[in-house]
T-cell receptor, first 110, second 112 residues
Framework: GIQVEQSPPDLILQEGANSTLRCNFS?????LQWFHQNPWGQLINLFY???GTKQNGRLSATTVATERYSLLYISSSQTTDSGVYFC????????????FGKGMKLTVNP | ETGVTQSPTHLIKTRGQQVTLRCSSQ?????VSWYQQALGQGPQFIFQ???????GRGNFPPRFSGLQFPNYSSELNVNALELDDSALYLC???????????FGSGTRLTVV
């Protein structure tokens, strides 16, 4: 089945710093989602981004489907950005059933 | 617009027991998916329901079963609980052809 790899696995930043998270996937996909899991366990959908670039405030994401990767940029990080970031792609085709990466734990210190 | 709500939030069960977890979908969503997230791992797909029928299943044994009701709410049932079933169980609703999931806050199940 499709494999999803995220890097780096852990990242510690000072407030105000910028970061880039990477997601590689092993097969062609027609959608990709980025999620943030807060310390209470809730997964928040950040981006639904099959290709191209989207921006939402301090966050932006770029997916290059032909090269099988996606990047999540966090600018001017805040302590509330702490948590685990996941990317996820469909198990197959246009399915809504997702395969998640192992996640990237971000800690933003004041 | 209501989000996805799950109940209970926490649960402790004994090995061998049975458990039922509940999920209310976001208004307007017709598909419900369940995921299991072990500590330190990404969520793993258990199964999905669409129009009250199972619409795909991950690599989970038959003792994991589910239901979807006409109002699109859903249940996850696990029989003969094992210690390894201890995890965060996440429910997500979506709209077929839509643009992504809405997740609930999860039920944290501990099997002792």
């Amino acid at each position: 089945g499709i494999q999803v790899e995220q890097s780096p696995p852990d990242l510690i930043l000072q407030e105000g710093a910028n970061s880039t998270l990477r997601c590689n996937f092993s097969d062609s996909v027609n959608n990709l989602q980025w999620f943030h899991q807060n310390p209470w366990g809730q997964l928040i959908n950040l981006f639904y981004i099959p290709s191209g670039t989207k921006q939402n405030g301090r966050l932006s994401a770029t997916t290059v489907a032909t090269e099988r990767y996606s990047l999540l940029y966090i600018s001017s990080s805040q302590t509330t950005d702490s948590g685990v970031y996941f990317c996820a792609v469909p198990i197959q085709g246009g399915s809504e059933k997702l395969v998640f990466g192992k996640g990237m734990k971000l800690t933003v210190n004041p | 617009e209501t989000g996805v709500t799950q109940s209970p939030t926490h649960l402790i069960k004994t090995r061998g027991q049975q458990v039922t977890l509940r999920c209310s979908s976001q208004s307007g969503h017709n598909t419900v998916s369940w995921y299991q997230q072990a500590l330190g791992q990404g969520p793993q797909f258990i199964f999905q329901y669409y129009r009250e029928e199972e619409n795909g299943r991950g690599n989970f044994p038959p003792r994991f079963s589910g239901l979807q009701f006409p109002n699109y709410s859903s249940e996850l049932n696990v029989n003969a609980l094992e210690l390894d079933d201890s995890a965060l169980y996440l429910c997500a609703s979506s709209l077929v052809g839509g643009s992504g999931y809405t997740f609930g806050s999860g039920t944290r199940l501990t099997v002792v």
